[in-house]
């Protein structure tokens, strides 16, 4: 092995590493419903992690701080959809659903993505990402659906799975406005601030709903949620970006619902269905499908 492929090695472990932290905090996520309330985990995860960066980033933040302020509007925003709204609903939808079906609604970020970006960027959809889109949506609707598509109608749908697709609708709008504003802000001073935003947003649930107790039960997996994919799984995230790209770092998170999978099947007992297997597959392919680039056209000029 060359020292340029040793080096490629190296370097695909921290997305596979950061995917796989975000895999198992969904898996956490599921495990933890019964041991503490949505608003509280997420209250907590955020709160020590503001604890953590507060001795290492505040100095920073304060000697940078004629960076930031013109942009906390921005960052206000991107906590709101990215650090809320999508976590909070992602607590709630634990309670309702599956880990596993959690992770394979949490692979559509790039497709609602694609579509979030027209919207709000004007980025006209290809004929790839069109397609790509209706597979996964075809695929989204088997897996809710047990196998049986009309079924869902009839139930109702999956209230859980509902409420992950909308959390997965709101954290691509986070996604979109960081590649519209692209904020020259340090990736660790623009996330602290987007914590302390978070943390604002918090206190009138909290205020309201109260928080639960912190005990043995619940301890280990606030601590995580708190540490892994709150701060070490975006640093590896950005790092791999820095390394090998965005479009390449990207393609990546489609490991999450098969990560996600194998670890609720071993720690859950969570069963791994033929509907799971066929919309799964039907999902991932309409995905990698989206995310092809068609070439552009060659324009000749008359002479």
């Known amino acids: 092995m060359t020292q340029q492929e040793k080096m490629l090695s190296w370097v695909i472990l921290l997305p596979v590493s950061a995917v796989l932290i975000w895999s198992l905090n969904i898996v956490v996520t599921r495990y933890v419903t019964d041991f503490i309330s949505p608003v509280s985990i997420s209250f907590y ?31 206000a925003v991107l906590s709101a959809f990215g650090l809320v709204l999508y976590q909070g609903l992602a607590y709630t939808a634990a309670h309702y659903t599956t880990a596993t079906n959690m992770g394979i609604i949490n692979a559509f970020i790039p497709i609602f993505t694609i579509f979030v970006s027209m919207l709000i960027l004007r980025d006209i959809p290809n004929r790839y990402a069109i397609i790509g889109s209706l597979l996964s949506f075809a695929g989204l609707i088997y897996v809710m659906g047990q196998g049986n598509p009309w079924g ?42 987007q914590i302390l935003f978070a943390l604002l947003y918090h206190l009138p649930f909290v205020a309201w709903l109260g928080l639960d107790v912190i005990n043995l039960a619940n301890a280990g997996s606030v601590i995580y949620a708190s540490i892994f ?43 791994w269905t033929i ?29």
């Open 152 to 193: 869902l109608l009839h139930a109702g749908g999956q209230w859980g799975d509902l409420l992950m697709i909308i959390a997965v609708f709101f954290y691509a709008f986070y996604g979109v406005f960081l590649k519209k504003w692209q904020l020259q802000i340090p990736l660790m001073l623009s996330l602290y601030v």
């Open 229 to 271: 994919p709150s701060l070490i799984a975006p640093l590896l995230w950005m790092m791999a970006i820095q390394r090998l790209g965005p479009n390449r770092t990207s393609i990546f998170m489609n490991l999450m619902p098969v990560f996600t999978a194998l670890i609720a099947l071993v720690w859950l007992k969570e069963a």
């Open 45 to 75: 995860r955020w709160f020590f992690a503001f604890l953590i960066l507060t001795p290492f980033i505040l100095p920073r933040v304060i000697r940078e701080r004629a960076l930031i302020v013109p942009h906390l509007k921005q960052l």
């Open 275 to 303: 509907y799971h297997s066929i919309g799964g597959a039907i999902i991932l392919f309409g995905i990698v499908l989206a995310q092809k680039k068609t070439m552009a056209p060659v324009l000749l000029k008359a002479k």
